[in-house]
């Protein structure tokens, strides 16, 4: 009951989307099983040795350091919320502390390289499928948006008069994207392309499958890990990798940093200067490359 009210509460007052939410359950469940099996006792009864036997236990399953980070950060979010609602008198979470994790840099393909599989003769074709798979492509390293911004994108957030994107963001957040007149082009000839199809049904979701239903995150997988891997050997060939990129390759071209952060939908700078990072690895190889006392 209290884990419902607490999923309740980040749907209706936090307007966490459906993947967040899935995640908090998915993690709650987990420790709700491991201390009524291991402690037979509620949660409203959690001591910090509690939460940290369970840590121990998820470290002994061989779970890295940022998965336990999530597990931690879900828990401490569901007891402040229980101490909110006076259904505890002291949150257990207080002096219980996350392992430290190693700072990892965004995994990104170069802007060369990603130009490459989209301006190949060959590579794509005329076929409804095909430019669908390209515009997939062009949306989220031309525009940076997240898989479940693309996914939920209907044919009306597009502006070609004005060249921009309306996309709704994480909690509902609202941003308008510019993008180029070639990703323009694409769409239109897209959406006349898919007009042609007559798909029996009315759904106006911008990219659907061969059938003409709603795309899914499975679909998105496949159609971004399938034309990377031609251009690219990394292991992470995600949706994700692509907007990594797309904020990569305009750090690297000067762009300031508080407009990709805009452009990005981050609520803070901070999400957004992991990017720098980047850009001083690639400056350093520059370096070595060129200088003569490197």
């Known amino acids: 009951m209290l884990l419902k009210s607490f999923l309740i509460y980040l749907q209706h007052e936090k307007r966490y989307s459906q993947h967040t939410l899935t995640s908090y359950k998915t993690d709650l469940e987990g420790f709700e099983h491991y201390i009524k099996t291991t402690y037979e006792i509620d949660v409203v009864e959690v001591k910090p040795t509690h939460i940290r036997s369970f840590m121990v236990a998820l470290m002994e399953d061989k779970s890295s350091e940022s998965t336990i980070n999530r597990k931690i950060s879900t828990l401490r979010s569901f007891y402040k919320f229980l101490l909110r609602e006076e259904k505890i008198i002291k949150n257990p979470m207080q002096i219980v502390k996350a392992p430290k994790i190693p700072k990892r840099l965004p995994v990104f393909i170069e802007t060369e390289k990603i130009n490459q599989l ?24 031309g525009a940076g948006i997240r898989l479940s911004e693309l996914i939920h994108l209907k044919e009306t957030d597009v502006d070609f008069y004005a060249g921009t994107l309306k996309v709704l963001g994480k909690r509902n957040k609202e941003r308008i994207i510019p993008i180029n007149k070639q990703l323009i082009n694409q769409l239109n000839s897209y959406l006349q392309l898919k007009k042609l199809q007559k798909f029996n049904n009315n759904l106006f979701n911008l990219i659907v499958t061969n059938t003409g239903a709603a795309a899914y995150p499975k679909l998105i997988y496949r159609i971004v890990s399938s034309y990377l891997k031609l251009v690219s050997t990394s292991d992470k060939k995600s949706p994700h990798v692509l907007r990594h990129s797309y904020a990569t390759s305009l750090l690297n071209a000067g762009a300031d940093l508080n407009a990709i952060k805009e452009l990005l939908g981050h609520a803070s700078l901070a999400a957004t200067q992991v990017y720098t990072h980047n850009s001083i690895e690639r400056l350093k190889t520059i370096y070595k490359q060129a200088h003569p006392k490197a």
């Not at 515009?135 to 989220?140: F, K, N, P, T």
């Open 118 to 141: 989209l301006d190949t003769d060959g590579i794509f074709d005329d076929g409804f499928n095909s430019t669908r798979d390209h515009l997939v492509i062009e949306l989220l390293f």
